[in-house]
């Protein structure tokens, strides 16, 4: 197993740590809770958008968020991550998050491109062609392997993308905790 399916397979897990050491360094205060709850909440959105349209290892989605980024689930988790660094309210955690998020999550992006690509052949590098990478264009590309495909609730349910605001808001809940133990 190289490094790359490593990372894909073990990112989440290497995640938890993370977590407990993140949430050791934070410096809670209300005001960066909720300015990192409404960028969390973007970031949520994003991905809730992008997994009601993505039909895993079905059909290549080239629609909804998909015209835009070719990767709009790790769009919102980097904004979801970008939350939980403002919340945090330390630069410490910030700096963990992102760095581990660039580097982590980039490979990953890379590895997942290489499977779409030999998956469907000359449609991804047509979409790879058009849509951006990571940070989405202005307007919603047209390609010609475009399917009609709209959000799916079921499919977002199917996706289990209800987990990460679960995970956000256990998050957002213990740095509520930090702040108020911090009080007294």
């Known amino acids: ?14 995640g938890y740590p993370l977590a407990i050491l993140v949430l050791g360094v934070s410096r809670p205060v209300p005001l960066s809770i909720l300015s990192g709850a409404i960028l969390g909440a973007i970031g949520l959105f994003i991905r809730a958008r992008a997994a009601g349209y993505l039909h895993k290892q079905e059909v290549l ?6 015209a835009y980024t070719r990767n709009p689930l790790y769009l919102g988790s980097a904004v979801l991550v970008l939350g939980v660094a403002v919340a945090s309210r330390s630069w410490i955690a910030a700096a963990l998050l992102l760095g581990y998020f660039a580097i982590v999550y980039g490979v990953v992006m890379r590895r997942e491109e290489q499977e779409l690509r030999q998956h469907h052949g000359p449609a991804f590098d047509e979409y790879a062609r058009t849509v951006p990478w990571f940070l989405p264009r202005l307007t919603a590309a047209r ?42």
């Open 1 to 14: 197993m190289n490094i790359a399916q490593l990372l894909a397979r073990w990112r989440v897990r290497l």
């Open 143 to 184: 390609l010609s392997a475009a399917s009609s495909s709209s959000f799916s609730f079921e499919q977002y349910k199917r996706n289990q993308e209800y987990r990460a605001a679960i995970g956000f808001l256990l998050v957002l809940t213990v740095l509520v905790v930090i702040w108020r133990l911090r009080l007294v």
């Open 61 to 66: 989605t080239v629609t909804g968020p998909y």
